[in-house]
Structure formats: C-alpha cells, structure tokens
C-alpha cells in the first residue's frame, strides 16, 4: 500500500513538475517574442537615422536582440514539445539553446550599454560635420532624406542650431539658390522657404538636433540594453531552479 501511495505520489510530482515546466517554456516563448518586436522596433523606428552615425554599433545591438528573439521563439516551441512528447534528446538540444540565448542575449545588453555611455560623445564629434559636409551632396542621397526627416520630425535646425548652416557645403553651393538653410527646416515646408530663417519661419529657437537624436538613441538603447540583460539575468536565474 505504501508503495503504490509513494508510486502515485511520484506521478503527482511528475505530472505537477511537467505542467510548471510547460508554463515557463511559454512564458520564456512569450518573452522571446517581446524581444524580437523590440529587436525590430528600434530598426524601423526611424531607422533612417542609422546613416548618421559614425559606429554600427547601435544597429548591431538591435541585429542581436533580434537574433537572440528569434531563437528564444523557436526554443521556446522546442521546449514546449519536449516536455509534451517527454523526449530528453530534444531536452538537451533545448538546455544548450539557453545557454547560447542567454551568451547572445548579454552580449546585446553590454553593447547597447557601452554604447549608452560614448553616444553624446560621438554625436557632438560627428554629426555637425556629417550634416555640413554630405547634405544635398552628389551620392549622399540617403545622408539628406535623414537630415530632412530628422529636422521635420524632431523640430530642429542644424546640429546645435541653424547657425551650423551657415559653413555648410551646401548653403556655400549655387544648389541652395540664396537659401541661409536647408526647406526641412521650415515649420511650414514650401519651395525656398529656408531663405528666411526668422523664427516664425524656421525651428531657430527650439534647439539643434544633437540633443533630440541623442535622447531618441538613448531611450531606445536604454530598451535594448535593459532587455538583453535583464532576460539573460531572468533566464540564468530560472536554469538554476531548474537545476
């Protein structure tokens, strides 16, 4: 009689410990997925932004969150069938895509955090010179739609104001036909209008953009490195309960 009690007993926690199992593989499925949308939401997010900046780094953390998203998603299915089919192959192929996830997952937080750290830096080195050398500039195309975007969407002119316009290459150039700075930084976009740059006209007065892309880059940095890490940390935590 004890013997079948301890027997059924043990199918109890069997059965208990393969349902909580089953709960967390999809709950890791779940967050696996949340990554992989904030993965590709700081890409499209005014992804047009990229080619302003001098270091990939950015653009590779967010290539890594998605990465690391993506195969959280296919071990999370992974793991979810070895526990119904009870299969420990399938186990073991699961237990070392946590461990390669959590590596990826860290190594996304940790770029995303040193980058945090030099971004004011290299935006106040590189962007005004970015901005006055390859705007409206032959094969820079993708450079002057960025610097048109971003002064439309960000409400800025110039790099720290529309001063910098002024030793810009184009500005200098017949191409600006008298303009004092580029149309995209009129509040009201009509041919030639940077040719007056009265506040009325212009973003003069509501800052340069350094500062607003850095806060853009930042927040989204600030996402990634506190995704990667913090899913890395919750998962090395959850494999020592299961260990």
Not at 34 to 43: C, N, Q, S, Y
Request: aromatic share 10%; hydrophobic share 45%; net charge negative.
């Amino acid at each position: 009689m004890t013997a079948v009690y301890k027997d059924d007993q043990e199918d109890w926690l069997t059965v208990c410990l393969k349902y909580l199992l089953f709960v967390f593989n999809f709950l890791f499925w779940v967050g696996g997925a949340a990554v992989l949308g904030v993965g590709i939401w700081t890409l499209v997010e005014k992804s047009d932004y990229l080619s302003l900046l001098a270091s990939s780094t950015f653009v590779v953390s967010a290539y890594i969150l998605i990465l690391a998203g993506g195969l959280v998603v296919v071990t999370g299915f992974l793991g979810c069938c070895a526990v119904i089919r009870e299969q420990r192959s399938c186990l073991s192929t699961y237990f070392f895509c946590l461990l390669l996830i959590f590596v990826i997952e860290l190594v996304a937080g940790v770029l995303a955090y040193v980058y945090y750290q030099r971004l004011s830096e290299e935006l106040k080195q590189n962007l005004n010179q970015t901005m006055a050398d390859n705007y409206a500039q032959p094969g820079r195309e993708a450079i002057t739609l960025a610097v048109d975007r971003l002064q439309q969407d960000f409400k800025c002119c110039g790099s720290n104001d529309s001063r910098d316009w002024m030793a810009s290459a184009y500005v200098s150039s017949k191409q600006a036909e008298d303009r004092v700075v580029p149309d995209s930084c009129c509040k009201t976009i009509t041919p030639h209008c940077g040719k007056r740059d009265h506040p009325s006209n212009i973003y003069k007065v509501e800052g340069g953009c350094i500062t607003k892309l850095e806060q853009f880059l930042a927040d989204h940095l600030l996402v990634i490195g506190s995704v990667g890490i913090g899913v890395a940390c919750l998962q090395s935590v959850r494999a020592a309960h299961k260990d």
